[in-house]
């Protein structure tokens, strides 16, 4: 079955540590995105990119950097400068005509800072 | 910033009755609505969509949108308690991404 495969599901990170969260999609998708939700926060875009070898930063983008070297894969670093980290990660990814077709969105990963 | 506003709740309703949930939303060039469920500490999993004003039914779940006022809701009919879950109001940014209200929590009551 087709679907988006986020790895590890929980993850905890100590003070200065950069922690690396998974994303790889076997849909074919072109358009991969990184939200991070908080309670009682709506999901909030980091980054997304469209096409392999490039992306752009989205809201909240500080603190974190990611990849695109392949079409099926869209790895989120946590890095040390990310002051408040701990939330819930979910990738996502859309066909082409996003606005038709809407996000599939991985089972997520939770991050915790110890 | 697009703001798109979900009233928080928590929505709660005796089973079988009706929900309405609803959802505004900043941006007049919007095209496109979807809605999400998520079940506590699972991800976002698609209801449905709407793009044109007026009403769209499938099965239990209709989804209303109107532009002028851009309004959007949905309506959950026969609400059963597997419905409770927070629903997600999504809003296309044309081409690019979509923008999330903060979610409005359900439960139904047996």
């Known amino acids: 079955d087709g679907g988006i495969t986020q790895s590890p599901k929980y993850l905890f990170r100590k003070e200065g540590q950069n922690v690396t969260l998974s994303c790889e999609q076997n849909l074919n998708h072109d358009a991969m995105y990184w939200y991070r939700q908080d309670p009682g926060q709506g999901l909030r875009l980091i980054y997304y990119?469209?096409?392999?070898?490039?992306?752009q930063k989205g809201d909240i983008a500080e603190g974190y950097s990611v990849s695109r070297e392949k079409k099926e894969s869209f790895p989120l670093t946590v890095t040390s400068a990310q002051k408040n980290p701990t939330a819930f990660y979910l990738c996502?990814?859309?066909?082409?005509?996003?606005?038709?077709?809407?996000?599939?969105f991985g089972s997520g990963t939770r991050l915790t800072v110890v | 910033q697009k703001e798109v506003e979900q009233n928080s709740g928590p929505l709660s309703v005796p089973e079988g009755a009706i929900a309405s949930l609803n959802c505004t939303y900043s941006d007049r060039g919007s095209q496109s609505f979807f809605w999400y469920r998520q079940y506590s500490g699972k991800s976002p999993e698609l209801i449905m969509s709407i793009y044109s004003n007026g009403d769209k039914e499938d099965g239990r779940f209709t989804a209303q949108l109107n532009k002028a006022s851009q309004y959007v809701s949905l309506l959950i009919r026969d609400s059963q308690p597997s419905d409770s879950a927070t629903y997600l109001c999504a809003v296309n940014d044309p081409g690019n991404q979509f923008y999330f209200g903060t979610g409005t929590s359900l439960t139904v009551i047996p």
């Open positions: 996502a990814s859309s066909r082409y005509r996003l606005e038709y077709y809407g996000y599939t």
């Open positions: 990119s469209q096409i392999v070898n490039d992306f």
